[in-house]
């Protein structure tokens, strides 16, 4: 078992940061889901439906959407999706539609398969809707419709998480591309370019090769809308021809007469690699967990209702300058910093978690997250927008493990899964328990 480990360290900042305080509630465990026995084939995300079946659904990377009903991992998959699955590659997000119970529709993110023509160097990232089959209410139909293909250069840094909103709109956060340090400035730039070692030219797609666009990104889409004609920055669509989704009105490049060479898609952007992050059930906020370079792993916050922002990569890696290391970063004008970053002596690969919203009380509202290459889970008291840096503490005594995400039931009970197959819930003996799926507690 790992030993607990108190921090109260330097986040990134000159003076030293207050201790936080106890996890509460002090009993907090680990306890694996469904059973002891089940295990799952490199799970990395767990979702519910919404729609009041108290099923969960988790993401096998290499294969598709398996489904636990009633305490039991059901035999037939919802749903198998072919995809590539070298390196970071694979069934990487899902997320049911709010109105799941009434339309049956989710949506997946997924690496294309290698038989798939592309339009990078490597295997695309594909945006797809899926149904539920209309006979059985456990397996989706195994066509989906495609909703956006963005090229990619590198198998690594896929991001590919997926969250609705509480205004309706869908989430999908991207990568770099992979090419470490983005010497191309891909996440810097928010309308298409080549990879040219040029971070200054954005906007330029003279030249050979393919045209890169929505990398380092957090997309958000209006996929319960289509747009008959796609104006020019619609980077994803091609221009005079329907798009299968619009743009939601609060996105930073939404008019294309005063944006004409940007994205429409994006939201946010200035990310390396944000593949989990995760929106506040209560409150909307959103928590984002960064994958850093050579030396910093950084937790990024933005308040709900927010406009779009700048998240800084490549100019800054956790609170410190990159390249360099230089203990402070201003990032671009009007750029957003961490909340919290940590050095490669603690881990190596942040994966961004929850804020806990569940049945049991003393825990709610505060952020547990992890790191895969220390397995430890962290948790931050005091995870407020007027908090900064955050602090956090490790989780005593929790098994050994490569944490690939986080994710809620229909209850708010919190699951982490383990690269290595098993999966766990959060569990307090003495304050208010679990919810089970099948009603006993």
Known sequence: MRKARVVGIVLGCAATVPAAAAITPADLQLVQWPDSATTFSQPIGIRSAGDGSGRVFVIERCSGIRIVKDGTLLATPFVSIANSCGGEQGVLGLAFDPDYAVNGTFYVSYSAPSSDPRLGDTADHVLARYRVSDGDPDIADPDGEVLLR???IASNHNGGDLHFD?????????????????PNGFAQCTGRKKADNDPGSCHST????????????IVRLDVHATTASAPANFCGATPGQPAPYAIPPGN???????????????????FRNP???????????????????NAYEEVSFQAAGSPGQNFQWNQCEGFHSYPGGAPTCAGPAGSL?????????????VTGGNVYRGPIEPLRGQYLFSDSCSGAIYVVADAGADVSPWTWEVLPDTPPMSTYSFGEDDEGNLYVADGGGKVYRFQ???SGDVIFQDGFD
């Open 150 to 152: 963005v090229p990619d």
């Open 166 to 182: 509480h205004q309706g709109y869908l989430n999908w956060s991207i990568g770099d591309g992979g090419v470490q340090g983005d």
């Open 206 to 217: 003279d030249g050979s090769g393919p045209t890169y666009y929505l990398l380092g990104k």
């Open 252 to 270: 930073p490049f939404v008019d294309a007469g005063a944006h004409p060479q940007e994205c429409a898609e994006i939201f946010n952007w200035g």
């Open 275 to 293: 593949f989990r992050f995760s929106i506040d059930r209560q409150t909307g906020d959103m928590l984002i967990g960064d994958v850093g370079q």
């Open 337 to 349: 910093p961490p909340k919290l970053d940590y050095s490669h002596s603690v881990g190596c690969a």
């Open 428 to 430: 307090s003996e003495s």
